[in-house]
Nanobody, 114 residues
Framework: HVQLVESGGGSVQAGGSLRLSCRASGYTYSRYCMAWFRQAPGKEREAVATVKSDGATSYADSVSVRFTISKDNAKNTLYLEMNSLKPEDTAMYYC?????????WGKGTQVTVS
């Protein structure tokens, strides 16, 4: 039974920081590509950051100099460090895991920037 549980969301003022976590269980964590997605009200879901099984990372242009994705294979946990937050970063943030496609998804954690 694969499970992804996000945490760390909240409300913050513009310019502030948050660290999201995604605890994974039920599969061989280190072999999967992991990612953070977000979806704001009325907008399509977008990929924010991705980390492959070999550790290679990629970012959306809008966050590339402000966000950092990382994972701790020993703890089966994915992180997203978010700095210099902007109101346009307000969204529900989701953790996802998969190989060819992102098969597994968490329920999300809300980030609100005012």
């Amino acid at each position: 039974h694969v499970q992804l549980v996000e945490s760390g969301g909240g409300s913050v003022q513009a310019g502030g920081s948050l660290r999201l976590s995604c605890r994974a269980s039920g599969y061989t964590y280190s072999r999967y590509c992991m990612a953070w997605f977000r979806q704001a009200p009325g907008k399509e879901r977008e990929a924010v950051a991705t980390v492959k099984s070999d550790g290679a990372t990629s970012y959306a242009d809008s966050v590339s100099v402000r966000f950092t994705i990382s994972k701790d294979n020993a703890k089966n946990t994915l992180y997203l460090e978010m700095n210099s937050l902007k109101p346009e970063d307000t969204a529900m943030y989701y953790c996802a895991a998969g190989t060819v496609v992102f098969t597994y998804w968490g329920k999300g954690t809300q980030v609100t920037v005012s």
